[in-house]
Each structure stands twice: as structure tokens, then as C-alpha cells.
């Protein structure tokens, strides 16, 4: 049954109060046509509930806008929303993908993540090449995808909005690596649901690294937000020692937007429920707002918060991700690189749940306490602990 404007209709019900269900909701397929936007075609999702959000086909079908009832969720950094064209992802000594960073969903990725590096090229099998140079975050984010289809699909009373890509992260002489990428979202419904599949399409021995930039703004993130999460651990922070206080701004409580602010980064490691999930929440009691995201702990088992409270650029991120904050070259070392071979796959998912009022925020608070109590100071001293990785085809 689909659930609209305080009513639970049929299919048939829906049919009988428009003449097309694009009256209420639906997906459309747009092209962005001004700016450093330009040419970048956009899938607009209407989920009838007052969720809207946009995903951008021809930047890895990542979600770029999101609204619920007019109040935005989603981040628009400075840079825009930038056609994938004018991107330089060697520039600027590896950080030019910071020029093309916006959005609610930034996907990084496929053979690597975290900051500029050089790591060996041996695996694959070219004299030529004996180094890959990696820039900030990967390659992914910024590659159009293959639009392979888009709609709206009944499962008898249930309609499901969806739309499906595929984005090739491919060269000679390297990586041939390719993401599957399915979005749903339930008409009627307040949450997102994001199914990925990587996987080497090549012959040779590739890594993979993956992890989820989720960015979100005001008005959800203002002074007196709150972040909500299963931390067993804090483990890492960019800014420990004697900075750890410096801007007077922890992990837990929000501030609103400052001068001259220096982003801080955290790694927390944390607890999954008895079926795998892990939830992580940014909710803003004020308005009565908030934004859950779930994940697997299996999938993705690590968990870094960024925070970019500079006035202008204001945002937080929650990053879950298959490797540690140490980086590339750390997670060979380590033994916790994932190695793909020829046909080997890797999946994820994601779930962006709106939480509209109190009840539902309350609600959130007490699942995800239940599964681990936060620390309640907020600099807690970090661990420096980074678990082992396990699972998979990490050798």
C-alpha cells in the first residue's frame, strides 16, 4: 500500500485520484544547462512524502541534492555541482577533487581513498609503470555513468522509484573496475536506499577501496545538532594533541558556523546490531529534524566523521569505509588491502532514512543506544587502536 497525505491507498487509488502518478511522484530525467553544471544530466526523485533529492547520472549517479518538506539536508559546497569535464584529478599536487566536491553523496573510490599517494603498480604487469600516483579520493566520483534504466515500478500496492547505472573506472595498463549502481526510494516513503556492486571486469590483480562521503548542512546541521552513533571507540583524530581542543568543537555537539575554522577528522570504531547493521544519525531537535544512515559493518567496518564547520563551506560528513584512515600504502602493510581478481565482486548498500519529528528521533536515539552507549565527554582521548580487517578478499 502507498501511504499519501495522511492516507493509505491501492494501486487502483492512486490510478483514480491523477492521471499520472508524476502528479504525486516519480523520477525525471533533466540536463543541467548553466555554469560549471552545464551538460550534467540529473535524475529528480518525488517521493510524494515531501523527500526530494536529485542524482547526478553523469557524476557516478551520485545523490547531489536532497530536501524533505523544504527543509535541505544535502550539502552544496562552493564548487557546484561540477560537470566532470573540467575536472583535473591530477591538479593541484592530487587535492583538485575538492573542486568538484558537493553534494550528499560523494562515492570514493574504486582503488583508492584518503589522501594524495604513490603506491606500486606491479600487479599490473606493465615495465612502464612501476608507480600509480593517486589523488585525493579516487577516480569514481567524478566518472559519468552509464544509464541503464530509470522509473517507476508497482509490486502490487507498493510502487518502488528506481534507477540503475554503470560506471567504468577503466584504463590500459591499470585497473578496469566497474560499479553497479542501483537507487530506490518507496513512493509515499521517507528513505533512499543505494545497492552497489564493484567489480574487477579485467584480468589482473586489482585493489579496491571504497567508502561513502555523506555531507549534510543546514538547517539540519546548526548550532546545538547532535552526532549520534554506536561508538565502542573513538580511535583517531586529525587534530589530537595539542590541538585536540583547540576550537573548542567535539565530536558529539554541533557548533554553528565559525571564521577561520581548520576541518577536524575522526576515525570511531563502532558496534553493529545483532544483524550486521550500523546506524549513525545527525539530528537537529530544533526543527525536528534528522538523517539516519545505515550500513553493514561487514561491508564497510569503518567509520571516519568529518567536520568542516568553516563559515561558507559548512558541513559535516559521516564516512563509513572499507579501510582505516592510515591509508593506501598502511592498508598493504597491514595485510587489509582488498585484492580483486578477474570477475571478483564486492557489494554494499546504504540507507538514508529521514527522521521527521521528535518520535521518529527519539526512536533512532534509543535503537542506536541500544546497540552501544556514546561516549559522553566530547574529546575523548583517542585509542590509536585500529582493529584488524577481516573478511572479504583482503590478503
Known amino acids: 500500500m502507498v501511504e499519501l497525505y495522511g492516507q493509505t491507498l491501492t494501486r487502483r487509488q492512486v490510478a483514480e485520484r491523477s492521471g499520472m502518478l508524476s502528479q504525486f511522484a516519480g523520477v525525471r530525467l533533466m540536463t543541467l544547462d548553466d555554469g560549471v553544471e552545464r551538460g550534467i544530466r540529473m535524475l529528480e526523485f518525488r517521493t510524494g512524502s515531501g523527500l526530494r533529492f ?70 599490473y604487469c606493465y615495465p612502464g609503470r612501476r608507480t600509480v600516483r593517486h589523488s585525493l579520493h579516487g577516480r569514481v566520483g567524478t566518472i559519468p555513468a552509464r544509464l541503464t534504466g ?30 553497479r549502481r542501483r537507487i530506490e526510494a518507496d513512493v509515499g516513503g521517507s528513505e533512499i536506499r ?12 586489482t585493489p579496491h577501496m571504497y567508502f561513502y562521503h555523506v555531507n549534510v548542512s543546514h538547517p539540519l546541521v546548526d548550532e546545538g545538532s547532535r552526532y549520534v552513533a554506536p561508538v565502542r571507540d573513538v580511535v583517531w583524530a586529525a587534530h589530537a594533541g595539542e590541538a585536540y581542543r583547540a576550537q573548542d568543537v567535539g565530536y558529539r555537539r554541533l557548533p554553528g558556523p565559525m571564521r577561520n575554522f581548520r576541518e577536524q577528522v575522526w576515525q570511531h570504531e563502532l558496534a553493529a546490531d545483532a544483524s550486521g547493521e550500523v546506524p549513525v544519525a545527525v539530528v537537529n531537535e530544533r526543527i525536528g529534524l534528522g538523517l539516519e544512515l545505515v550500513t553493514r559493518k561487514q561491508q564497510l567496518p569503518c567509520m571516519y566523521q568529518w567536520q568542516n564547520f568553516q563559515a561558507g563551506q559548512y558541513a559535516m560528513g559521516i564516512e563509513p569505509s572499507t579501510h582505516h584512515v592510515l591509508g593506501d600504502n598502511a592498508a598493504r602493510e597491514r595485510g587489509e588491502m582488498i585484492w580483486l581478481e578477474h570477475g571478483d565482486e564486492r557489494a554494499y548498500e546504504a540507507t538514508f532514512r529521514v527522521l521527521d519529528g521528535m518520535a521518529a528521533i527519539k526512536a533512532a536515539e534509543e535503537r542506536i543506544a541500544g546497540i552501544a552507549p556514546q561516549p559522553d565527554d566530547e574529546f575523548p582521548a583517542p585509542s590509536g587502536r585500529f582493529p584488524a580487517l577481516t573478511g572479504g578478499s583482503r590478503t
Open 54 to 123: 536529485t542524482a547526478l547520472v553523469d557524476r557516478a549517479l551520485d545523490i547531489a541534492d536532497c530536501d524533505y518538506r523544504g527543509q535541505a539536508i544535502g550539502w552544496h559546497s562552493p564548487a557546484g555541482f561540477r560537470h566532470p569535464g573540467l575536472h583535473d584529478y591530477e591538479g593541484e599536487a592530487g587535492l583538485a577533487w575538492a573542486r568538484s566536491f558537493s553534494g550528499l553523496l560523494v562515492t570514493c573510490g574504486l582503488d583508492h581513498i584518503l589522501g594524495p599517494e604513490d603506491v606500486p603498480a606491479d600487479s
Open 150 to 179: 530509470y522509473g517507476e515500478s508497482w509490486e502490487g500496492d507498493r510502487c518502488v522509484l528506481w534507477a540503475e547505472g554503470v560506471v567504468q573506472q577503466s584504463t590500459v595498463f591499470g585497473e578496469d573496475l566497474h560499479l
Open 194 to 205: 543505494v545497492r552497489d556492486t564493484v567489480v574487477n571486469h579485467g584480468f589482473l590483480r
